[in-house]
């Protein structure tokens, strides 16, 4: 499980750098980026990270997009009510959810709805999921209503997409050493 979980944070890490500039039109990090790391000394040997990620995808609807998550194959861990401060398993509120942790196994990810949509862009991620056995995956996608794409093999992977409700491409496939 900690492969699928690098997985998938290597691929959304690669997602946000993959063709990132600033706004001046450099490369990411640039010189001055450049100059602290060769300033900054040898790595620690044990770091304070675990090597763990909790991706989070800005959403406009927490109680859509949980349902479509659901229908993909995701499991809910709760909602967060941020009055009680307190973990909830379903939302009964009549204002809107503002955050909920959906799992993929031990996989973890949040849905958080935008307070400002102005300030925060919605959708347009793409993210990878390795499961077990691609064909069965889909099928049980689109018995569930999602519109997936068609299966496709390439030397590296079999795989399909869907787009959820906010434009976030989601990726699910099979290597061919795991099927």
């Keep these: 499980m900690r492969t699928m979980r690098a997985a998938i944070s290597i691929a959304s890490a690669l997602v946000v750098l993959a063709g990132a500039?600033?706004?001046?039109?450099?490369?990411?990090?640039?010189?001055?980026?450049?100059?602290?790391?060769?300033?900054?000394?040898?790595?620690?040997?044990?770091?304070?990270?675990?090597?763990?990620?909790?991706?989070?995808?800005?959403?406009?609807?927490?109680?859509?997009?949980?349902?479509?998550?659901?229908?993909?194959?995701?499991?809910?861990?709760?909602?967060?009510?941020?009055?009680?401060?307190?973990?909830?398993?379903?939302?009964?509120k009549s204002e809107p959810a503002i955050w909920a942790l959906m799992a993929a196994e031990s996989f973890e990810f949040a849905l958080h709805r935008t307070v400002n949509p102005d300030e925060l862009v919605v959708g347009g991620m793409r993210h990878y999921f390795l499961v077990e056995d691609v064909d069965t995956h889909r099928r049980g996608v689109v018995a569930r209503g999602i519109d997936a794409g068609d299966l496709i093999d390439r030397p590296w992977m079999r795989f399909f997409s869907v787009t959820d409700p906010d434009g976030h491409e989601l990726f699910f496939g099979t290597r061919p050493d795991e099927s």
């Excluded at 609807?61 to 229908?71: G, I, K, N, T």
């Design 21 to 92: 500039t600033a706004p001046d039109g450099r490369e990411p990090g640039g010189a001055a980026l450049e100059g602290s790391l060769a300033d900054s000394g040898p790595v620690a040997e044990h770091g304070t990270f675990t090597g763990e990620l909790l991706p989070v995808f800005f959403v406009r609807d927490v109680l859509v997009s949980v349902a479509f998550y659901r229908a993909a194959g995701f499991e809910l861990r709760h909602f967060f009510d941020y009055d009680s401060g307190e973990q909830v398993p379903e939302w009964t």
